[in-house]
């Protein structure tokens, strides 16, 4: 797919939930799995914990406590990273994901993870995928302070990753990070179907790929 002028490209940046790892995880996760260990430890129904979950979640979406496993932990008064490994067999790598980082490396562009995940989550899909392995660099937003979606984020990470916005692109499954990225300079890049249960959304406000395999082979 001719999407992007890689002969401008040196930085790849990269999203990890919904764009390297399925999302189906977070989503079984978030949507069904704490709603159900959070109804058995109040002795609630399962229908007033999805209703509160609910309402918790919109109340700090965007926010870096939306990621935040510590908030989580002490909001829910719940072991959110121990629920995490109870569900950790869902964690998958998305499809042609280690053959497109190896491309991308070959080509001699610089692969960076960036990310908003928690640390605590960060270092637990980084134990079961591997994906480490074919990466130059990881920017975790909880070092800043804020999330991918403010624009301070993006200066706050040239400081430990220097970049040319103009010779970087981003991949992601957020549209508002996208957005962010894109007023910043970068070169922006959708995942149209970050979660394998559901079914590929259709994106105009961005160029898009349903899967990595659509860029290969990668012209260096």
Request: aromatic content about 10%.
């Amino acid at each position: 797919m001719n999407i992007l002028p890689w002969h401008d490209i040196r930085s790849v940046f990269l999203d990890m939930d919904g764009t390297l790892l399925d999302l189906n995880f977070d989503n079984h996760f978030w949507r069904t799995h704490v709603p159900k260990r959070y109804a058995e430890d109040r002795g609630i129904s399962l229908a007033q914990a999805h209703s509160e979950m609910h309402e918790r979640y919109t109340r700090v979406e965007g926010t870096m406590n939306w990621y935040c496993l510590d908030y989580w932990t002490q909001e829910l008064g719940l072991d959110i990273l121990g629920l995490k490994r109870e569900v950790e067999h869902l964690i998958a790598v998305m499809p042609a994901v280690p053959e497109f980082l190896e491309a991308v490396r070959a080509c001699g562009r610089r692969v960076v993870l960036v990310t908003n995940a928690h640390p605590g989550s960060l270092s637990l899909k980084l134990e079961h995928t591997q994906i480490g392995n074919y990466l130059d660099a990881m920017i975790c937003s909880h070092s800043y302070g804020v999330p991918k979606e403010d624009p301070i984020f993006w200066e706050k990470m040239r400081v430990d990753e220097p970049f040319d916005p103009h010779h970087t692109v981003l991949f992601d499954d957020s549209l508002s990070v996208l957005r962010s990225a894109h007023r910043y300079g970068l070169h922006a890049v959708a995942l149209s179907q970050p979660d394998s249960q559901q079914a590929a959304r259709n994106i105009d406000e961005f160029p898009a790929i349903q899967s990595f395999s659509q860029l290969l082979p990668l012209p260096c």
